[in-house]
């Protein structure tokens, strides 16, 4: 005689499968029409980590700007896209407390979803910041680029680069070459 909790062993362990299939697949809380996706509005805040007081997600975390980008253009698609995922929404994104409602767009990307901007700058997440408040990419240089993190203010954390300065004969100095 087989016990009563084994006869349905198969159909709970097929709803456990089913379960976390969905929620690697991002099904997550929402429930899911059978009319298609859901429409979702990206929501940006403003948190304190270690790196300072700079843009998160709804979720915590840490949102990224590439130097590379031209204004709303965003440059990291394709590979660069798969580490550095970029916040997407279906509606214009919401202002959490201390961002500046102003400051928050969207831009269309190459691939036709729209990407969260804040003052011009697309915004990503980075995949090995599993946490809230991780800042793993602050100013990390890959991709031809670098990601840093920013702020509610919304400028630019790249320091400009200098232009040479003016000069008619080429010296050479210890360090420096004119």
């Known amino acids: 005689m ?17 379960v976390a299939i969905g929620a690697f697949a991002g099904w997550g809380g929402s429930a ?5 996706p859901s429409k979702t509005t990206a929501t940006v805040h403003v948190a304190k980590l270690s790196v300072g007081t700079v843009l998160v997600t709804e979720a915590g975390r840490t949102l ?3 130097s590379l980008d031209a204004r709303k253009t ?8 798969k580490f550095y995922p970029p ?6 994104p919401t202002a959490g407390k201390g961002v500046a409602k ?26 090995e910041d599993k946490a809230p408040g991780q800042v793993h990419a602050q100013m990390r240089k890959v991709f031809g680029g670098e990601f840093a993190t920013i702020g509610a203010a919304g400028h630019s954390p790249f320091p400009a680069a200098s232009p040479p ?4 004969t080429t010296t ?3 360090g420096y070459s004119y």
Not at 3 to 13: E, G, I, M, T
Not at 87 to 92: N, P
Not at 165 to 168: G, I, K, L, W
């Open 102 to 127: 102003g400051l928050l767009g969207d831009v269309k990307t190459s691939t036709g979803k729209l990407q969260v901007t804040y003052n011009h700058w697309p915004l990503y997440t980075f995949v």
């Open 74 to 81: 965003p440059k990291c698609v394709g590979t660069c896209a």
């Open 64 to 66: 990224y700007v590439f």
């Open 2 to 18: 087989q016990h009563k909790s084994l006869r349905r062993l198969p159909a709970v362990a097929g709803i456990a499968t089913v």
């Open 87 to 92: 916040l997407l929404t279906t509606h214009a």
């Open 32 to 36: 899911a029409s059978a009319a298609g």
């Open 165 to 168: 300065p003016p000069s008619t």
């Open 172 to 174: 050479t100095t210890p």
